[in-house]
């Protein structure tokens, strides 16, 4: 088989790749108009309740400071599937620097690299689309009741991405309503309330903290398939240049091929005629 010949048949296999991280990218791009949307609904629901947390942290007793010896739970939130740089190797540092006592990795591509490390985790399965956040929020809303069986408090947060430049953010859910905003509210009128103000407010720690993670599953998988687009376009580009240059190169082969023939039927001639 001539060079040319091989070279052409790289650059059909090299194509055939295009075509399927196009797609990739493709369906990247479509995943995140969608998430687009359902985070701004769900930002929305989260900055609801913790307008109802200030009205009603303002004229009940606050929440009580989590003692030392509760432990510290970490929910880190990775990729399920790849092609998304190093998404998930940029949790690993931060997490290491912090203090936790129990690790919840969601996301089997966060969870491979994790087994590398000397951190002990609960394994999840991750979102590979939108349609599935609602099955990762239950899963993590099982395993969360099932250490408050054992441990009734503790402090839990989330550390994941929360743009897309790939900075991780670690944000605290337990205990709730801590931020300082919580503490200058205007309210002037004493909200009125069906429940007595304890299991009001159990009730709503529990939607704040439901909600809060389905705003983080949101965000994080709006960043790994930004990520992923911008790594499938650099891989793409790449791919176009390589190709590009296999093109000329076979070129270059098939015309000293072509000349070769020419100067066989040019001496089969000269002897015929000698």
């Known amino acids: 088989m001539s060079q040319s010949h091989v070279l052409q048949q790289h650059i059909e296999?090299?194509?055939?790749?295009?075509?399927?991280l196009h797609s990739l990218k493709n369906m990247a791009f479509m995943e995140i108009h969608k998430l687009t949307k359902y985070r701004q609904a769900q930002r929305l629901v989260v900055q609801h309740i913790?307008?109802?947390?200030?009205?009603?942290?303002?004229?009940?007793?606050?929440?009580?400071?989590?003692?030392?010896k509760h432990?510290?739970?970490?929910?880190?939130?990775?990729?399920?599937?790849?092609?998304?740089?190093?998404?998930?190797?940029?949790?690993?540092?931060?997490?290491?620097?912090?203090?936790?006592d129990i690790v919840i990795a969601?996301?089997?591509r966060l969870c491979s690299?994790?087994?590398?490390?000397?951190?002990?985790?609960?394994?999840?399965?991750?979102?590979?689309?939108?349609d599935e956040i609602s099955?990762?929020?239950?899963?993590?809303?099982?395993?969360?009741?099932?250490?408050?069986?054992?441990?009734?408090?503790?402090?839990?947060?989330?550390?994941?991405?929360?743009?897309?430049?790939?900075?991780?953010?670690l944000q605290s859910l337990l205990p709730p309503f801590n931020?300082?905003?919580?503490?200058?509210?205007?309210?002037k009128v004493e909200p009125l309330l069906n429940l007595e103000p304890p299991q009001f407010l159990l009730e709503l720690v529990e939607h704040y903290i439901l909600s809060s993670l389905q705003d983080i599953l949101y965000t994080s998988l709006t960043n790994?398939?930004?990520?992923?687009?911008?790594?499938?376009?650099?891989?793409?580009?790449?791919?176009?240049?390589?190709?590009?240059?296999?093109?000329?190169?076979?070129?270059?082969f098939r015309q000293e091929e072509i000349t070769e023939e020419i100067e066989v039927i040019l001496l089969n001639v000269d002897n015929q005629y000698n």
Not at 13 to 20: A, D, F, T, V
Not at 179 to 187: P, R, V, W
């Open 106 to 108: 969601v996301g089997h």
């Open 50 to 68: 913790e307008t109802v947390a200030a009205d009603f942290l303002r004229f009940y007793p606050g929440l009580p400071d989590l003692e030392a």
């Open 13 to 20: 296999q090299l194509k055939e790749i295009r075509s399927i």
């Open 179 to 187: 931020d300082d905003s919580f503490q200058h509210t205007t309210y």
């Open 113 to 130: 690299r994790l087994h590398n490390s000397e951190i002990p985790f609960i394994e999840l399965m991750g979102a590979n689309s939108s």
């Open 224 to 252: 790994e398939n930004n990520q992923r687009l911008q790594h499938l376009d650099n891989a793409v580009r790449h791919l176009d240049e390589t190709t590009e240059k296999i093109h000329k190169k076979s070129q270059i």
């Open 71 to 100: 432990p510290n739970v970490i929910i880190v939130v990775g990729s399920e599937r790849g092609f998304c740089g190093n998404f998930n190797e940029s949790l690993i540092a931060p997490l290491l620097s912090l203090s936790a």
């Open 135 to 169: 099955h990762i929020l239950e899963n993590l809303s099982n395993v969360l009741s099932k250490l408050q069986e054992q441990h009734p408090v503790f402090g839990l947060s989330v550390l994941f991405h929360r743009d897309v430049h790939i900075e991780t953010s």
